[in-house]
């Protein structure tokens, strides 16, 4: 019988930068190094188990130092973003606190945090489970079905639940059209063009009556630029053959976790980890 609690897969890079400008820079650890978006991340890890109860949790990394596939097929793709030295130099230790939590980290040189999204949702479906897929990037939605839920963040730390229906009725069309609908419209932050002169609805009214974008291209829509235009869809396609660690039910260690908290000087976040411990045990018994 499948395991009725979902895997939950989350994008660390999205939540970590996101922690990291939105937590005080004074929050610090032993020998006076940063840790707010150490202490950011953590809290929001730990919200998010202990609210969704998860079989076993994935968090997908991208790699820094190394480009990906994306970037050497457009190298325009995400080009000119520069990071603090600060949330760099965290990005290289929360990935230990994911591993002393007992969960499971994603980061292969070549692949973005997305793409292990996918293929954490691609193998869960595999198994008829259910997936929560934890993220910032609204590239995400395209993951969306009847056993996939997006958790969307919002404000003061409220998650969107999307499914079908609500990227329906966000963008007027369907989880799969939405590589399509990016690689048309484009998208800025990804510093992908998109079509010339077309917009949202332009690019949604499209795929309502063409279905993909190959289908736009096979009726002689923009002729110039299809060559372009399906390397822009590649690019904003998840790739699900991202190489996955084992997923198997996992126990949380939080002993572990707590002391790792403590090694690096932050006390208040061993103490909540404790009390998630003692929590667990008392519920279990």
Request: proline letters at 7%; a neutral charge; glycine letters at 8%.
């Amino acid at each position: 019988m499948t395991d009725p609690r979902p895997l939950l897969a989350v994008d660390g890079d999205n939540f970590a930068h996101r922690a990291y400008h939105g937590v005080p820079a004074t929050i610090r650890r032993a020998g006076d190094r940063p840790a707010g978006a150490i202490i950011g991340f953590a809290n929001f890890l730990l919200r998010l188990y202990q609210v969704e109860q998860p079989r076993a949790v994935l968090v997908g990394w991208d790699t820094l130092d190394v480009p990906n596939f994306r970037q050497r097929l457009f190298p325009a793709y995400q080009s000119g973003r520069v990071f603090d030295a600060a949330v760099l130099e965290q990005l290289t230790l929360i990935p230990d606190f994911v591993r002393a939590c007992g969960f499971a980290n994603g980061k292969v040189s070549g692949f973005e945090a997305d793409d292990f999204l996918a293929a954490a949702t691609a193998y869960e479906m595999r198994r008829g489970g259910t997936v929560l897929v934890a993220s910032g990037d609204r590239d995400a939605f395209q993951l969306a079905s009847p056993a996939t839920t997006i958790l969307h963040p919002l404000k003061a730390g409220q998650m969107a639940r999307i499914g079908p229906a609500e990227v329906l009725d966000r963008y007027g069309v369907e989880p799969r059209q939405v590589p399509d609908f990016i690689a048309l419209r484009g998208d800025p932050s990804d510093k992908l063009p998109g079509a010339r002169g077309i917009g949202a609805r332009t690019a949604a009214n499209l795929l309502r009556q063409y279905d993909t974008l190959e289908g736009v291209l096979a009726d002689g829509r923009f002729a110039e630029q299809a060559e372009a235009l399906m390397l822009y869809k590649r690019i904003a396609t998840m790739d699900p053959a991202a190489p996955l660690p084992a997923l198997d039910d996992q126990t949380p260690t939080w002993a572990t976790a707590a002391a790792l908290a403590r090694e690096w000087g932050l006390p208040r976040l061993a103490a909540r980890i404790r009390d998630i411990d003692r929590t667990a045990g008392t519920q279990a018994r």
